[in-house]
């Protein structure tokens, strides 16, 4: 019988006291540990080792893939601090490893590839939540670059490689810690989803990695933006990880066998057929009561229908047995190319974030270099000035400070909004507005920026583009006469390099309507005692037409009660007159 078997691997409480502290890591594995274990939801056969030297984890390794069988399921877990010295090699810090003796006190990344190459089972999971660090000053080398690059080095059949992130966090620059290591959400949403059941995507009962993976990758986005979980897979089949136990039976399939209409609990048996074949135990009890319950239903068709299909749940036939046997055979072709589709995301997800990263990269380069230029700019305007002194205070002191602030801190840019062309009156709209900044301006840059500005709209309006002028602090207003507008996002943002502002936009009054678009720079001036100056670089009136759908929808909301009085007196008024009338 196949095994499933978890080793979860957790450190936080180092020797070195270069190396950060974590709080997370201890809670967040005991609460996998204990989810991972209950029989109900994922049964699986968990050691846990806390707190380690890195030479008791390697054996505990090394034993774990030793042991299993070609059908178990492995599922490898290790949190904490994950370091990359300055050869581009990776390891995992254990309780005694020292940042500047990796070689001989860390866990080696290839000494886990190694031990997972040796598995015999076909289905080996490893998952890492791990603050990853440099252990050299950040762009001193080639090699040491700001990605760890995890799922390549740990890449093989009959393995997926889930993980909370790929960038580093901070770096060592001699003794000192550069940046901090953050604490993760990746560990506490696998945690969610596999106890609420919530990651159950499809609604089978079956919680799937894939639909983990998908689950933990949207909350985690939606709380740290910057952080990317990512995940490879080379295994054939779909890995089950847990059940789902506090699965129901699906909303639209619940409403449609109580349904009144005949037609939509004909339906419902259709899709009562297909959950029985694609679920568990648990679906599959809840398909067969369902049925029982149709079966004795007032409407002839249906009941013949239900009766029909509660023979062949209950006794299998070889008409039927053969009929299932396709429609699982067409679910997991399903699955097969939803995972694929997911795969092209992943992949999509990956490049984008690494040209996120290469593009702020860039960005703080050229910050650095700007910070640098100003002392010496000062120093030459200066010297240029040694013969002609001008006041401090005086208008051209003045304008010549602003004019050095703006050159330093202004480049060029590319801005996208997307007001919809028409909107209903009292229905909510979603418009963004989002803007990239760049060193300069090519056709194939503009169309990069534009696909990155496009990535993840989700209002309804098509986006529209423009070249601007651009600041690290801009800010956006969108206002209009006749429109309800909320701003979700504070006015003023830092763009580095990109920055997108979201409004809720209610239109009150039919007709045609504009909305003021109003995009500005926020320039610091620091010789100016820190003065900050709004300098207008797009202003656009956005016309709308605004259909008039929302007063009817108010008065019944608003009036109902006054509307269901004056129909009834209608009514009565009404019944008196019949009566009358057939009185004479």
């Not at 993760?184 to 919530?198: H, P």
């Not at 449609?256 to 074949?277: C, D, F, I, N, T």
């Not at 006794?315 to 053969?322: E, H, K, L, W, Y």
């Amino acid at each position: 019988m196949p095994r499933r078997l978890a080793l979860l691997i957790a450190t936080y409480d180092y020797r070195d006291e270069a190396l950060p502290q974590l709080t997370a890591p201890g809670r967040d594995t005991e609460d996998l540990a204990e989810v991972l274990r209950d029989p109900d939801i994922a049964g699986f056969d968990v050691t846990v080792k806390i707190n380690e030297p890195h030479h008791v984890v390697g054996q505990a390794i090394g034993e774990f893939y030793h042991r299993c069988r070609p059908d178990d399921l492995t599922l490898l877990y290790l949190t904490g601090h994950g370091l990359k010295d300055e050869h581009g090699r990776l390891y995992l810090a254990m309780s005694d490893t020292r940042h500047d003796q990796l070689l001989f006190t860390g866990l080696s990344a290839n000494q886990i590839n190694e031990a997972m190459e040796s598995s015999s089972s076909r289905q080996n999971l490893l998952i890492l939540d791990c603050s990853f660090s440099g252990a050299f000053p950040l762009g001193d080398t080639p090699i040491a670059d700001s990605k760890v690059h995890t799922l390549q080095r740990f890449e093989g059949q009959g393995r997926v490689v889930l993980t909370a992130s790929d960038a580093i966090q901070y770096s060592f620059e001699g003794e000192p810690v550069i940046g901090e290591g953050s604490g993760s959400v990746f560990t506490r949403f696998l945690v969610e989803g596999l106890t609420s059941g919530e990651a159950d995507l499809d609604g089978d009962g079956n919680i799937a990695l894939d639909e983990l993976y998908a689950y933990a990758y949207d909350h985690v986005v939606a709380a740290e933006p910057r952080q990317h979980p990512q995940m490879l897979e080379h295994v054939d089949g779909r890995i089950v990880l847990a059940q789902n136990v506090n699965w129901v039976l699906p909303n639209h399939i619940r409403h449609a066998v109580q349904s009144p209409s005949k037609e939509q609990r004909l339906a419902a048996l259709e899709e009562l057929k297909h959950l029985h074949v694609v679920g568990n135990d648990r679906v599959r009890t809840e398909v067969v009561n369902q049925t029982r319950g149709l079966a004795e239903d007032d409407s002839k068709s249906v009941s013949v229908a239900a009766a029909e299909l509660l023979t062949t749940l209950e006794t299998g036939g070889a008409a039927s047995q053969t009929e299932m046997m396709e429609t699982e055979a067409q679910a997991r072709r399903d699955a097969e190319a939803e995972r694929a589709r997911r795969a092209e995301q992943e992949r999509d997800r990956r490049e984008a974030a690494e040209e996120r990263d290469r593009r702020e990269t860039e960005a703080e380069r050229v910050r650095r270099e700007a910070e640098e230029q100003v002392p010496r700019a000062s120093r030459r305007r200066r010297r240029g000035r040694r013969n002609r002194p001008v006041p401090a205070g005086s208008p051209d002191w003045v304008i010549t400070t602003v004019e050095a602030a703006v050159s330093r801190l202004v480049g060029p840019g590319r801005l996208t909004f997307n007001p919809p062309a028409q909107m209903r009156q009292g229905r909510k709209e979603r418009v963004e507005v989002g803007v990239a900044r760049a060193r300069e301006l090519s056709d194939n840059l503009r169309d990069e920026l534009d696909d990155e500005l496009r990535r993840d709209l989700r209002g309804r309006g098509e986006p529209q583009f423009a070249d601007v002028k651009t600041s690290p602090f801009m800010t956006v207003l969108l206002r209009g006469d006749g429109f309800d507008v909320t701003a979700l996002s504070p006015p003023t943002l830092l763009v580095a390099p990109l920055a997108r502002w979201e409004f809720d936009v209610i239109p009150q009054r039919a007709g045609n309507r504009a909305l003021q678009l109003c995009v500005s720079m926020r320039i610091t001036v620091p010789d100016l005692e820190s003065a900050e100056i709004a300098i207008p670089v797009f202003e656009r009136e956005i016309h709308v037409r605004v259909a008039p759908v929302y007063a009817t929808r108010h008065l019944a909301t608003q009036h109902w009660q006054w509307l269901v009085g004056t129909l009834a007196g209608l009514g009565a008024a009404l019944t008196a007159w019949f009566q009358l009338i057939r009185g004479q």
